[in-house]
T-cell receptor, first 117, second 109 residues
Framework: GAVVSQHPSRVICKSGTSVKIECRSLDFQATTMFWYRQFPKQSLMLMATSNEGSKATYEQGVEKDKFLINHASLTLSTLTVTSAHPEDSSFYIC?????????????FGPGTRLTVT | DAKTTQPNSMESNEEEPVHLPCNHSTISGTDYIHWYRQLPSQGPEYVIHGLTSNVNNRMASLAIAEDRKSSTLILHRATLRDAAVYYCILETSGSRLTFGEGTQLTVNP
């Protein structure tokens, strides 16, 4: 299947600093990428939908000025957590859409574990 | 978004078939049924998807009820590596996937 990578896989940062997470589709072009957040023992929560060359669409309750998303190319989307705080500590997962007929499969990255101290 | 209901957990023995149920009584005519699974500290992995007809691939089979209000993911011979949280998701608007709580599958050796 298609491969999606994330970098870094794990990051620890101090409160108040910003952290950038990269999501790359390695063997296909992704016009749409998605960013999810997952807290321990919980399910994935969609944060935003990112379309190449346009502004991201954020889910209700997700602060767009805090979670900056850039999708500058068909293979790369970035999520920047600005002024991170301990409550932002979570597992961040991206996915990229691959179209097959009328439905779409999403391929997920391995996730990025963010710890804010 | 249309909602799915799955059991919180299920157990199986290694090399036996596993049937993971999912109810989606509010499914609309254009909704696809997707199944993903997630191992601890990893991103979800695509398993299978379908619309109306039953589907088979190398990982699993998907049996869809005639009224489409329920479906069953079938793992024909469970292995220890199949232990994961399995999510049944309806693809509604575009490619937006809304994850529920899923079913934690335990496979006993």
């Amino acid at each position: 299947g298609a491969v999606v990578s994330q970098h870094p896989s794990r990051v620890i940062c101090k409160s108040g600093t910003s952290v950038k997470i990269e999501c790359r589709s390695l063997d296909f072009q992704a016009t749409t990428m998605f960013w999810y957040r997952q807290f321990p023992k919980q399910s994935l929560m969609l944060m935003a939908t990112s379309n190449e060359g346009s502004k991201a669409t954020y889910e209700q309750g997700v602060e767009k000025d805090k979670f900056l998303i850039n999708h500058a190319s068909l293979t790369l989307s970035t999520l920047t957590v600005t002024s991170a705080h301990p409550e932002d500590s979570s597992f961040y997962i991206c996915s990229a859409r691959s179209t097959s007929g009328g439905a779409s499969e999403q391929y997920f990255g391995p996730g990025t574990r963010l710890t804010v101290t | 978004d249309a909602k799915t209901t799955q059991p919180n957990s299920m157990e199986s023995n290694e090399e036996e078939p596993v049937h993971l149920p999912c109810n989606h009584s509010t499914i609309s005519g254009t909704d696809y049924i997707h199944w993903y699974r997630q191992l601890p500290s990893q991103g979800p992995e695509y398993v299978i998807h379908g619309l109306t007809s039953n589907v088979n691939n190398r990982m699993a089979s998907l049996a869809i009820a005639e009224d489409r209000k329920s479906s069953t993911l079938i793992l024909h011979r469970a292995t220890l590596r199949d232990a994961a949280v399995y999510y049944c998701i309806l693809e509604t608007s575009g490619s937006r996937l809304t994850f529920g709580e899923g079913t934690q599958l335990t496979v006993n050796p």
